[in-house]
Structure formats: C-alpha cells, structure tokens
T-cell receptor, first 111, second 114 residues
Framework: SAVISQKPSRDICQRGTSLTIQCQVD?????MFWYRQQPGQSLTLIAT?????????ESGFVIDKFPISRPNLTFSTLTVSNMSPEDSSIYLC????????FGSGTQLSVL | DQQVKQNSPSLSVQEGRISILNCDYT??????FLWYKKYPAEGPTFLIS???IKDKNEDGRFTVFLNKSAKHLSLHIVPSQPGDSAVYFC?????????????WGLGTSLAVNP
C-alpha cells in the first residue's frame, strides 16, 4: 500500500493569503487526487493532479483558486489562493493504487 | 443534494456487541461501494468494499451487506472493539473498478465503550 506524507498538518492563515500543501508518495503512482472536507460536509474531489500536464478540475473548482503542480509521479502540491474563511477545511491528498489511499490531511483555518 | 446518505451522525455501542452502520444512496447507477474509517488527525483508510453483483462481502469482523432494491448498504462490526471507535464513511462509485470519483457520505462517528 502507498504511504503518503502530507504537510503541513495544520495551519492558521490570514484572509487574502495563499497556502501551498505538499504531498509526497513513497512510490510512483499514476493517479493522484486532491480532496476537501468542509465542516459538516462530505469529502469532495477538487481535482486530479496529472503528471506533466494541467490538473483536471471538478465542477465548482478552478485553477486560479486551486493551482496544482505534479512535477513527477511521487509528488504534488495544492495551493489555496487568496483565502477566505470559507476555505477553512481539511484538504486531503490521495492516490489510487488498486484502491484509494489518503494522506493525513491538512487542517486549514482562515481568519 | 446528498447522493450518499449516512443518516446517523453518531453511534455508541458496548464492547463485544455488534455495530451496524447504515448508508443509503439515491443514484441507481452506483455499482461499487466502499467503507472507509477515519481516526482523528489521520486520513481515511480503506476498510471494505462491495460490488453490486454481490449482496454480501465479509472480511474478518467486518461485513458489508448490499440491498440494491432498497438502495441501502450496511456495515456490521462483530464483535466491536474500543479500537473501532472512529468515523466511518460510506462512498459510492458509478464505474465498477474505476473508483476514481467517489461520492461520499457525511460519516458516522462510532464510539465503542469498554
């Protein structure tokens, strides 16, 4: 099973700033994803991080707000840009290796 | 509109007894269902899954039952142990074998009391 390291584990940010979340996998994986879980809500897929090309975003999510990098098959970053309190959420990196594996998540609070 | 519903936000069970967590779905195109468990400060971990061609799948203390006509599935944990205390998420997919895009329930918080 894939082992995923995600950091930071938590952060408190000011409105209008940006935060970049990193995800490192211990093996090469083709499919890597970013999820969000807002308070009281279910997990929602933000985008699929594609190696060497632009990420594929789900409905309701745009690249300007959530730019994603995927420079290789073991690493990806998600940036939450121009943050507002509505972005306060848990952000999760996941990979598909016969099943979905998740990182430990980033608890983001925006003041 | 929640396509996957876990109507019980929490459940408390005595150690050694059975825990039953329920999940309902509305989309008849869903054909693959999964349960994930999540401890605080950790990401969800895969527990058990079931394809729509089956009505039961068992793995040790964990059994998932699927009732397609009722669009209902349940996770049974027998016997329940304190270490099972966690949030349990039900998830569904519309493409058998391609569970890239999962639709998730809100989760049920299970507390197993010693």
């Amino acid at each position: 099973s894939a082992v995923i390291s995600q950091k930071p584990s938590r952060d408190i940010c000011q409105r209008g700033t940006s935060l970049t979340i990193q995800c490192q996998v211990d093996s090469q994986v083709t499919m890597m994803f970013w999820y969000r879980q807002q308070p009281g809500q279910s997990l929602t897929l933000i985008a699929t991080a594609n190696q060497g090309s632009e990420a594929t975003y789900e409905s309701g999510f745009v690249i300007d707000k959530f730019p994603i990098s995927r420079p290789n098959l073991t690493f990806s970053t998600l940036t939450v840009s121009n943050m507002s309190p509505e972005d306060s959420s848990i952000y999760l990196c996941s990979v598909y290796d016969e099943k979905l594996f998740f990182g430990s998540g980033t608890q983001l609070s925006v003041l | 509109d929640q396509q996957v519903k876990q109507n019980s936000p929490s459940l408390s069970v005595q150690e050694g007894r059975i825990s039953i967590l329920n999940c309902d779905y509305t989309n008849s195109m869903f054909d693959y269902f999964l349960w994930y468990k999540k401890y605080p400060a950790e990401g969800p971990t895969f527990l058990i899954s079931i394809s729509s061609i089956k009505d039961k799948n068992e793995d040790g203390r964990f059994t998932v039952f699927l009732n397609k006509s009722a669009k209902h599935l349940s996770l049974h944990i027998v016997p329940s142990q304190p270490g099972d205390s966690a949030v349990y998420f039900c998830a569904a997919s519309g493409n058998a074998g391609n569970n890239r895009k999962l639709i998730w329930g809100l989760g049920t918080s299970l507390a197993v009391n010693p």
